[in-house]
């Protein structure tokens, strides 16, 4: 993977309800493996067709060698897809370190939060026996704390989108969590400080008349960013994982560690995989495009990735009562430039008539 | 006929009888019982014993499929936005749901109350979260986590976290039904199903006998009663009936098929749609399906009866489809084993990602372990429109030839 270097060893993980304090508080640097574009080969001896391009590519770049400096991989339990993948994870690697952190799925419960907290501490100690480290309280609470600025860099960021290209956001979001978190800060700096001018592209959002609202498991591949950009179209929010979904919500600074970690895997936002209330998501994501003004709304899908494939239908019925238009893509890895071009085009233009 | 092949159990009578008359009292006929869907695997027992009518969504998903409805039901809720991807049984549900007058037996009765225990899969929570959107009935999610340990055994606060969580289904079932639940009832309910769960475990062991006395469809039909009428007098009486018939075809060596060659082990849900004619492929080799990962997954041990909740909590937190893939490894290689078979086949079932993902490795291990060749079968339990007759055919073609050879070598 091409990692910002670190001195500390890596942790791999694919979902951000993967707990990255505590493993920094092991002293390992967290880092998110994403898919590559290339279509996986060696996966196809473990992973059926029908599991999604992230579980299959994923897996495929491990088989192949390339995450060969991870230390481990750490799963948290969301899809049917990525539990099955855990333990094939395991069996293909036996003498790496292959943890799931299976935390509640009704988040609402009024158990969840004591069950989520002895699971955060059954896997600081698996770290801590594996390893042959400890996990303290004052080492997590730095962690928290860099992980928290990390947060508050990328929300302050994505508060001034609006200045910025799709593709510039996506890259910078793609970038943070592949980069150890001590590096955030600095990076956030230079945003600060950098000039407009510098990070804007030739066309200039702040003028495009058109937003759209960006839902979806996850986004690693800059196809439909670029068009949005071609078009001058610019995103006036997003749901996705390695989006805003991953800053949203701190975790508090003061309390048990631990606890505090769990508190924030409950109240954030949430997962398809995860129950809140019956429509939660659905109100969030409604009050997203609201909120933005968004003038639409496209559904950023992966094929064979059933959550988001669920919440479809009842996201679909909200948004035609707001009057709100969508459009669904939906993607196999890698979203064919020509097709999605045509359809984002065709949409935009629909949206430009209404407006 | 293909049905011709099978010896038909003098049972089969009762077991449609029983069957018809869960449906029809459902539809019809429960005075004053609340109607409630619930997954295949929640806690029944809790819900029988507050007098609560249980509703299998999943079951009537299986009948969609085994009645040839599938598709058309499918088609219903696809035209509503749900992608064909997801899993049959529960596109079937909501096609179900939104076209009840083409549907079979009319559709299934609307629900007071909805239970969704993922300890199957994650699909039922979001399935479940569409059926309380649709009838706007309250929702009970019951959260049992996943054990990846490598000897199957749940961490000591997910069970103190299912155990408390069944304490607020309870609460939340009385709150709904205006009842108290009985600590007695409950007990007894629970040793209704344990007693049942162990009858019908010793008729899947007795399959272990030369010549198997029943194939899988026989199996998967007969497995019906424990998941809808678990809890329940009946369904012991079923089940006591039904060991007595086996035992007497053990004694008498009455093989399930005209004549059995060959012994498989069957992994995944069954295909409804084709079961018939999908077994009877390996009929023509003499080729008898003796045991299966699928139709033993209810379990209910009444380990501990003063404390029935520990008891509930161990037991639906530890049913296989809640467990990793060296667990259901392991047990499958333990029934290679003990049932003695020449090979196993393995449906790729992409309406189940749960029981599927992780089978190519399963089915590595199962072979290191007992030398035993496993054929991967990619089908649907319900949705027959990816089903390929002829590549299925000769896979399965390839696959006897080489059990034959193995068998002259």
């Given at each position: 993977?091409?990692?910002?270097?670190?001195?500390?060893?890596?942790?791999g993980y694919l979902c951000t309800y993967v707990p990255e304090e505590i493993i920094h508080a092991a002293g390992f640097a967290p880092v998110r493996i994403a898919p590559s574009p290339a279509p996986p080969t060696r996966a196809d001896a473990h992973l059926q067709s029908y599991a999604c391009c992230l579980a299959r590519s994923c897996l495929d770049q491990a088989l192949a060698g390339k995450l060969d400096d991870l230390a481990g991989v750490v799963f948290a339990h969301t899809c049917d897809t990525l539990q099955g993948l855990a333990d094939i994870w395991r069996a293909a690697f036996p003498n790496l370190f292959v943890e799931t952190v299976v935390g509640p799925v009704a988040l609402n419960?009024?158990?969840?939060?004591?069950?989520?907290?002895?699971?955060?501490?059954?896997?600081?100690?698996?770290?801590?026996?594996?390893?042959?480290?400890?996990?303290?309280?004052?080492?997590?609470?730095?962690?928290?704390?860099?992980?928290?600025?990390?947060?508050?860099?990328?929300?302050?960021?994505?508060?001034?989108?609006?200045?910025?290209?799709?593709?510039?956001?996506?890259?910078?979001?793609?970038?943070?969590?592949?980069?150890?978190?001590?590096?955030?800060?600095?990076?956030?700096?230079?945003?600060?400080?950098?000039?407009?001018?510098?990070?804007?592209?030739?066309?200039?959002?702040?003028?495009?008349?058109?937003?759209?609202?960006?839902?979806?498991?996850?986004?690693?591949?800059?196809?439909?960013?670029?068009?949005?950009?071609?078009?001058?179209?610019?995103?006036?929010?997003?749901?996705?994982?390695?989006?805003?979904?991953?800053?949203?919500?701190?975790?508090?600074?003061?309390?048990?560690?631990?606890?505090?970690?769990?508190?924030?895997?409950?109240?954030?936002?949430?997962?398809?995989?995860?129950?809140?209330?019956?429509?939660?998501?659905?109100?969030?994501?409604?009050?997203?495009?609201?909120?933005?003004?968004?003038?639409?709304?496209?559904?950023?899908?992966?094929?064979?990735?059933?959550?988001?494939?669920?919440?479809?239908?009842?996201?679909?019925?909200?948004?035609?009562?707001?009057?709100?238009?969508?459009?669904?893509?939906?993607?196999?890895?890698?979203?064919?430039?020509?097709?999605?071009?045509?359809?984002?085009?065709?949409?935009?233009?629909?949206?430009?008539?209404?407006? | 006929?293909?049905?011709?092949?099978?010896?038909?159990?003098?049972?089969?009578?009762?077991?449609?009888?029983?069957?018809?008359?869960?449906?029809?009292?459902?539809?019809?006929?429960?005075?004053?019982?609340?109607?409630?869907?619930?997954?295949?695997?929640?806690?029944?027992?809790?819900?029988?014993?507050?007098?609560?009518?249980?509703?299998?969504?999943?079951?009537?998903?299986?009948?969609?499929?085994?009645?040839?409805?599938?598709?058309?039901?499918?088609?219903?809720?696809?035209?509503?936005?749900?992608?064909?991807?997801?899993?049959?049984?529960?596109?079937?549900?909501?096609?179900?749901?939104?076209?009840?007058?083409?549907?079979?037996?009319?559709?299934?009765?609307?629900?007071?109350?909805?239970?969704?225990?993922?300890?199957?899969?994650?699909?039922?929570?979001?399935?479940?979260?569409?059926?309380?959107?649709?009838?706007?009935?309250?929702?009970?999610?019951?959260?049992?986590?996943?054990?990846?340990?490598?000897?199957?055994?749940?961490?000591?606060?997910?069970?103190?976290?299912?155990?408390?969580?069944?304490?607020?289904?309870?609460?939340?079932?009385?709150?709904?039904?205006?009842?108290?639940?009985?600590?007695?009832?409950?007990?007894?309910?629970?040793?209704?199903?344990?007693?049942?769960?162990?009858?019908?475990?010793?008729?899947?062991?007795?399959?272990?006998?030369?010549?198997?006395?029943?194939?899988?469809?026989?199996?998967?039909?007969?497995?019906?009663?424990?998941?809808?009428?678990?809890?329940?007098?009946?369904?012991?009486?079923?089940?006591?009936?039904?060991?007595?018939?086996?035992?007497?075809?053990?004694?008498?060596?009455?093989?399930?098929?005209?004549?059995?060659?060959?012994?498989?082990?069957?992994?995944?849900?069954?295909?409804?749609?084709?079961?018939?004619?999908?077994?009877?492929?390996?009929?023509?080799?003499?080729?008898?399906?003796?045991?299966?990962?699928?139709?033993?997954?209810?379990?209910?041990?009444?380990?501990?009866?003063?404390?029935?909740?520990?008891?509930?909590?161990?037991?639906?937190?530890?049913?296989?489809?809640?467990?990793?893939?060296?667990?259901?490894?392991?047990?499958?290689?333990?029934?290679?084993?003990?049932?003695?078979?020449?090979?196993?086949?393995?449906?790729?079932?992409?309406?189940?990602?749960?029981?599927?993902?992780?089978?190519?490795?399963?089915?590595?291990?199962?072979?290191?372990?007992?030398?035993?060749?496993?054929?991967?079968?990619?089908?649907?339990?319900?949705?027959?429109?990816?089903?390929?007759?002829?590549?299925?055919?000769?896979?399965?073609?390839?696959?006897?030839?080489?059990?034959?050879?193995?068998?002259?070598?």
């Amino acid at each position: 993977m091409s990692l910002v270097n670190t001195p500390r060893p890596k942790i791999g993980y694919l979902c951000t309800y993967v707990p990255e304090e505590i493993i920094h508080a092991a002293g390992f640097a967290p880092v998110r493996i994403a898919p590559s574009p290339a279509p996986p080969t060696r996966a196809d001896a473990h992973l059926q067709s029908y599991a999604c391009c992230l579980a299959r590519s994923c897996l495929d770049q491990a088989l192949a060698g390339k995450l060969d400096d991870l230390a481990g991989v750490v799963f948290a339990h969301t899809c049917d897809t990525l539990q099955g993948l855990a333990d094939i994870w395991r069996a293909a690697f036996p003498n790496l370190f292959v943890e799931t952190v299976v935390g509640p799925v009704a988040l609402n419960g009024p158990h969840a939060q004591r069950y989520l907290g002895a699971e955060l501490r059954r896997f600081a100690a698996a770290l801590e026996k594996h390893f042959d480290v400890r996990v303290t309280d004052d080492a997590l609470r730095a962690s928290i704390l860099l992980y928290n600025a990390r947060r508050r860099a990328l929300a302050d960021f994505h508060a001034r989108r609006a200045e910025f290209t799709t593709v510039q956001w996506f890259n910078v979001m793609n970038t943070a969590l592949t980069s150890p978190p001590e590096e955030i800060r600095d990076w956030r700096l230079e945003i600060r400080q950098s000039p407009i001018s510098n990070l804007q592209s030739p066309i200039s959002n702040l003028q495009s008349p058109i937003s759209v609202v960006l839902l979806g498991a996850t986004i690693y591949e800059p196809t439909l960013p670029q068009i949005l950009d071609d078009l001058g179209a610019r995103i006036a929010a997003d749901d996705f994982c390695n989006g805003a979904r991953y800053f949203d919500t701190l975790v508090a600074e003061q309390g048990d560690p631990i606890e505090a970690i769990a508190t924030r895997e409950l109240t954030r936002a949430t997962c398809p995989c995860k129950h809140r209330a019956l429509d939660y998501r659905v109100e969030r994501v409604l009050k997203l495009a609201k909120d933005n003004r968004a003038d639409g709304v496209i559904f950023y899908h992966k094929k064979f990735c059933d959550p988001h494939a669920w919440d479809y239908p009842p996201l679909a019925a909200a948004f035609d009562r707001e009057k709100i238009p969508h459009l669904l893509l939906e993607v196999e890895q890698v979203a064919p430039v020509g097709q999605t071009r045509v359809r984002v085009e065709a949409f935009l233009e629909m949206l430009a008539e209404k407006g | 006929m293909a049905e011709r092949r099978y010896k038909k159990l003098r049972t089969a009578p009762q077991l449609k009888r029983l069957l018809e008359q869960h449906y029809l009292a459902a539809k019809y006929f429960h005075p004053g019982k609340p109607i409630a869907w619930l997954t295949s695997g929640a806690p029944v027992e809790i819900i029988r014993a507050l007098d609560i009518f249980p509703v299998y969504p999943e079951n009537y998903g299986a009948l969609c499929g085994a009645r040839g409805a599938s598709a058309a039901m499918c088609q219903v809720a696809e035209a509503r936005g749900y992608s064909p991807d997801l899993c049959a049984y529960a596109r079937s549900s909501v096609g179900m749901m939104n076209d009840a007058q083409h549907a079979p037996l009319g559709g299934l009765p609307r629900p007071d109350l909805l239970v969704t225990c993922g300890n199957i899969c994650g699909t039922v929570l979001k399935w479940y979260e569409a059926a309380a959107r649709h009838y706007h009935a309250p929702l009970f999610i019951l959260d049992t986590p996943f054990i990846h340990a490598d000897d199957g055994e749940p961490t000591a606060h997910a069970i103190t976290y299912v155990a408390a969580q069944l304490e607020e289904m309870i609460a939340f079932l009385e709150k709904q039904t205006r009842r108290r639940l009985s600590k007695e009832k409950l007990l007894e309910t629970a040793l209704l199903s344990s007693e049942a769960v162990g009858l019908w475990r010793e008729v899947r062991e007795s399959c272990r006998a030369r010549p198997s006395p029943l194939n899988a469809p026989d199996l998967f039909l007969n497995m019906a009663p424990i998941v809808t009428l678990r809890g329940t007098k009946e369904c012991v009486q079923f089940y006591r009936a039904l060991k007595e018939e086996i035992a007497a075809r053990v004694a008498h060596r009455v093989s399930a098929l005209p004549e059995e060659k060959y012994r498989l082990l069957w992994d995944n849900i069954a295909i409804w749609h084709h079961l018939y004619r999908f077994y009877n492929y390996f009929v023509e080799y003499g080729a008898c399906f003796v045991v299966d990962t699928y139709t033993g997954g209810w379990a209910m041990k009444m380990d501990d009866q003063r404390e029935p909740i520990g008891a509930l909590a161990r037991t639906y937190t530890q049913v296989f489809l809640n467990q990793g893939l060296r667990v259901r490894a392991r047990d499958m290689a333990d029934l290679v084993t003990r049932f003695d078979v020449d090979g196993f086949v393995m449906h790729s079932n992409r309406s189940c990602k749960p029981y599927s993902v992780g089978q190519y490795d399963i089915r590595r291990i199962v072979t290191e372990q007992t030398g035993k060749p496993g054929l991967m079968i990619e089908a649907d339990h319900s949705d027959p429109r990816s089903y390929d007759d002829e590549a299925i055919q000769a896979r399965i073609q390839t696959f006897m030839e080489g059990l034959k050879e193995r068998a002259r070598a």
